[in-house]
């Protein structure tokens, strides 16, 4: 196998810049070469090799339903035979807007993009055009995206790679982003007295998955949300990742918080290239052709995007009552792989809100950027290797999420935490 993903990393790097199409898969922050996939199924993914692998990576998120599942297929392929894409409005398109309001109270009115980037992109210029100021805020270790206003002290490959800022980004547009540290409503409060009456949004991970996952602390969103409101400031929620991961909905959803803006992708595309920004209507009117802010996207609302996004969550919102089960199941394995690591005697804090989670390799907790950092990646990457060795395909980086679909059987679990168990006695 090894001699096989060498051959098919070598061949990809002579055709495509660092041989992958996005960083973090190129495995340079657990050593080896990539393994490359030929197929999945349900929770598996199999390997050009043949070799099978319990997934918990499921494309970084969007798989919820598991892979390939028979309805979302059909639809795909029911769809290309008319045509793959018009360049025109589709009625499908009306249908994903109206189940997204549907779910979300916040959102009134949509626009669809072909990714979360996208959507946070436009969000940013939304806010900014809508209340004329430049200045934004996010928080260290929160991903948006790699557009330049957003790509400050951002986490998920970034953080991996140890690079805080991206050559590229113009110090000059860097200047007008603030990185605050998540979860310091304090250093929050601060931000807010010195730069409010400039600050055009506040974007922020209602539940940061991109340093590892990090939940909000006690009174964190609720401060965002009144501190934001009280000083005109626009709320994002960049739900590309929480965005039906924990109900028929978003994670706003569960805590009661509205924001002004709603950023989502990953499971509302069912496995297609997907985003979406939405928001109060006197806010999204801004966007042209009904207001003046610019954008466009040639492929957005796509229609094999929409038949397997629509197919998705019409099945999610038929296993509403199912979530709590799939809490229960991801509760298991969290609780079952901290018992090994303690029984071994490996300091381990163990993040989880839903069917993410995060093992840090340290004693936790964990709850920004500068305390996920602490994190021994030298021991998660050889526990990463060890497990796929043994069939579990875990996220390439300390600093991702596991994340667990309702295609994972309770075999699947026991499976898991058996291979776990071995690993940990030579680890």
Not at 260 to 278: E, Q, R, S
Not at 283 to 311: C, F, R, V, W
Request: proline content about 5%.
């Amino acid at each position: 196998m090894n001699k096989t993903r060498s051959d098919c990393f070598i061949k990809a790097r002579r055709v495509i810049s660092g041989g992958v199409n996005s960083p973090v898969r190129a495995w340079r922050a657990v050593g080896g070469n990539p393994v490359f996939v030929d197929r999945a199924q349900g929770s598996k993914i199999y390997d050009v090799s043949g070799k099978e692998y319990i997934d918990y990576v499921l494309s970084w998120g969007p798989m919820i339903l598991g892979h390939a599942p028979a309805k979302v297929t059909a639809a795909i392929c029911n769809t290309a035979k008319k045509g793959t894409s018009f360049g025109a409005p589709t009625q499908a398109e009306t249908q994903m807007a109206k189940l997204i309001t549907e779910a979300i109270p916040s959102i009134q009115l949509v626009r669809l993009t072909s990714s979360g980037t996208e959507a946070t992109m436009t969000a940013i210029r939304l806010a900014r055009g809508f209340t004329g100021r430049n200045m934004i805020a996010k928080f260290d270790g929160c991903y948006h995206g790699h557009s330049d206003s957003l790509l400050i002290k951002a986490g998920s490959g970034v953080a991996t790679l140890g690079i805080p800022d991206s050559p590229g980004v113009p110090k000059e547009l860097a200047r007008l982003t603030l990185s605050l540290p998540y979860n310091d409503i304090s250093a929050l409060e601060k931000a807010i007295d010195t730069h409010g009456s400039n600050l055009a949004a506040i974007i922020v991970e209602p539940v940061a998955g991109n340093m590892g996952v990090v939940p909000p602390q006690k009174g964190f969103l609720e401060k965002l949300r009144e501190l934001t409101a009280k000083n005109g400031i626009l709320l994002i929620f960049d739900e590309v990742i929480t965005g039906f991961r924990f109900t028929f909905g978003g994670y706003q959803n569960l805590i009661g918080i509205k924001p002004d803006l709603t950023c989502l992708g990953k499971i509302i595309g069912g496995g297609m290239p997907v985003g979406a920004i939405g928001g109060k209507k006197e806010i999204m009117e801004k966007l042209a052709p009904a207001g003046d802010i610019y954008q466009a996207g040639t492929l957005s609302g796509n229609p094999l995007a929409m038949s397997a996004g629509l197919t998705t969550l019409n099945i999610i919102k038929s296993k509403i009552n199912s979530f709590a089960l799939l809490d229960k199941k991801t509760e298991r394995l969290c609780s079952e792989m901290e018992k090994l690591f303690s029984e071994k005697g490996i300091p381990v804090c163990i993040n989880r809100c839903g069917s993410m989670f995060t093992i840090f390799f340290q004693q936790g907790p964990v709850y920004d950027l500068k305390t996920a950092k602490k994190s021994d990646t030298a021991l998660f990457a050889r526990f990463f290797q060890a497990m796929l060795k043994k069939g579990v395909w875990l996220a390439p980086s300390q600093f991702e999420s596991v994340f667990i679909s309702f295609a994972h059987t309770n075999a699947d679990i026991d499976q898991t935490i058996d291979a776990c168990s071995k690993t940990l006695k030579n680890l």
